[in-house]
């Protein structure tokens, strides 16, 4: 039987909350330390720990079948690569950044001056998009302290909180585009471990609908049950349940975390009660 090879990063954010999806999707990891291969005991799995920047090649020639990786990184080495979902974690963004005492007006201000950065393809492809002429610096690691040690006039890295750059005096002026974790797949996938990939696929996509929505219960009058049952924006038709008491129901739906607040405001004034939001595990449609 094939076993599915799935490429992660070896350490760090990144990794920690791949392995997170991995196990809420219901595949157990036999992960020890520092291995660099670990095989589920429950799904036809295997897990590649690789270091993040090779990921990319590693699909591009069907070493792995697919990957959970930052789109940034799919940005600069991997663009003939599909994403074939968006995960929601990892979220950060590639930004152009200066030192806080430079004048920034506009990107042009950048024009003739050295760049420091680890995303050479996505730099000059942005800057190139811009008409400005910009001069590279490629580094790999501390990124930031380029302009501090006279290496660079600004840098182009990844940014999430801020605070690495604030550190360093640094201040975001730009941002070149804006990346999360994806599960990426090789053009290389035979139709065999495609199957295995789409039964992954599967849970991934009810783990990440069961994140975004809440399950509701109320008790309502019958009188409004019409009324309210409008209000709901649900998978397909409320749950309605009489209660003990006279005249009243019980009603339970599915609700969008992003409308929770907008939709809870307008149930309570349409007669809603006693309004009970619980988190859902798993939703499968």
Known sequence: MSTLKIAIQKSGRLSDESLKMLKDCGISINNGNDQLKAPATNFP??????RNSDIPQYLQDGVVDVAIVGSNLLEEKGETISIIEKLGFSKCRVSVAVPKNFQFKTISDLNGLRIATSYPNTVLKYFNSQNIDVELHEISGSVEIAPNIGLADAIVDIVSSGSTLFNNNLKEVAVILKSEAVLAVSPKICAEKDALLQRLRFR??????????RYILMNVPNIKIDAISKILPVLKSPT??????????SIQSVIDEEKFWDVIDQLKEAGAEDILVCPIEKMVV
């Open 240 to 249: 309605i349940v009489p209660l003990t008491q006279e005249g009243w129901s």
């Open 204 to 213: 991934i996509q009810s783990v990440l609908k069961s994140q975004k929505s």
């Open 45 to 50: 799995l295997e897990v590649l720990f690789l």
